[in-house]
């Protein structure tokens, strides 16, 4: 038997809800958040769409965990700590009871990771394909989250992690022949991608500008271009590449252009250069300058001699 819309919410939801007390047990028509003194509400909102952000035979549990990923690292590209969430869920017919508890339960043991609750959202059904939306709630200090504009020439531009493995590993779902042993790494950055919450934290204060990296590098810098009204100078060879990707074919190039990286984009005034280790060490993840905040508009990609590149991609667009 399948489950109707309101057992669905009393078996598997409303459990996600409990140690929330604003999320009333999901039984009213909107949820109670009290925001603390000296705090600011942070809110986004990220929806993942079946065959375009996932695949119909990935893992439940890992679209579940994706879902709520993508959205924390919204938090994190502000400097927020997370507080609760609210989901959408468009249900094809075919979708199974089975399916959505291990959809479920992935966001249980993902929420459990993170310290966050659910207080409610909306299920649906649809003759489309599956879609699913979250709309995240975080708390940041009063005037410590960090924005898109303020970056300044001169700025170091910098980025965590490695750029271009979720990129790498829709190439490998679409033909590319890799060794077999790069795959499930670059799979799971794909699949798994890892919010970058603390380093956020250990932006505030410092930081002039930040962004996460869901487009691609170039289409995501080209935002905090734009918003702070400067250019800027990136060197090819300094984008951080993993083990796995290092070595393959257009690896650098997805660095540069691919999506679903999910790491931290930000500038850095360059007196505060001598605080990188120690971001690194408090966000738990390697930080890497790869060029500077210019005075000229526009962003120049220069290759290993200083020559700048002609891109004729700049990253993923949705429509």
Same mark, same amino acid.
């Given at each position: ?11 598997l939801l ?11 047990? +999901?039984? /009213?028509? &909107? *949820?109670?958040?009290?925001? @603390? ?6 809110? %986004?909102?990220? =929806? ?13 549990e ?9 959205? +924390?690292? /919204?938090? &994190? *590209?502000?400097?927020?700590? @997370? ?6 869920? %468009?249900?094809? =017919? ?23 609750? +659910? ?11 599956l ?51 790069m ?51 990136i ?33 850095l ?17 390697a ?23 002609a ?9």
């Amino acid at each position: 038997m399948t489950l109707g819309e309101f057992e669905f919410i009393e078996r598997l939801l409303r459990p996600l809800a409990q140690g929330f007390p604003g999320s009333l047990d +999901l039984g /009213d028509d &909107a *949820a109670l958040v009290d925001v @603390p003194e000296g705090c600011q509400l942070v809110v %986004a909102k990220d =929806a993942i769409v079946e065959n375009v952000h996932f695949f119909s035979d990935d893992p439940p549990e890992q679209i579940a965990a994706k879902l709520l990923r993508v959205n +924390l690292s /919204d938090l &994190a *590209a502000m400097g927020a700590d @997370p507080l609760a969430y609210l989901t959408m869920i %468009a249900r094809p =017919a075919s979708t199974s009871d089975q399916w959505l508890e291990a959809f479920v339960s992935g966001l249980a043991e993902d929420q459990n990771r993170f310290g966050i609750h +659910l207080i409610g959202g909306d299920t649906v059904a649809t003759t489309g394909p599956l879609v699913l939306s979250l709309t995240i709630l975080g708390l940041v200090p009063r005037g410590a989250a960090l924005q898109r504009r303020g970056a300044r020439p001169g700025d170091l531009v910098c980025v965590s992690g490695t750029l271009g493995d979720a990129a790498m590993a829709l190439r490998i779902q679409r033909g590319l022949a890799v060794p077999e042993e790069m795959v499930p790494p670059l799979l799971a950055r794909y699949r798994m991608p890892v919010p970058r919450l603390a380093l956020g934290r250990a932006l505030r204060g410092l930081a002039t500008a930040a962004i996460d990296i869901s487009d691609g590098l170039v289409a995501d810098l080209a935002h905090i271009l734009e918003r702070s009204k400067v250019g800027a100078e990136i060197e090819m060879a300094n984008l951080p590449l993993s083990e796995a990707a290092r070595g393959l074919p257009g690896a650098r190039l997805s660095a540069l252009t691919g999506g679903d990286d999910y790491e931290l984009l930000f500038t850095l005034p360059p007196e505060h250069a001598q605080h990188l280790p120690a971001l690194a060490e408090r966000g738990g993840v390697a930080v890497s300058v790869i060029g500077r905040i210019t005075a000229e508009p526009g962003l120049r990609v220069l290759d290993a001699n200083g020559r700048p590149l002609a891109l004729e991609r700049t990253g993923y667009r949705h429509f």
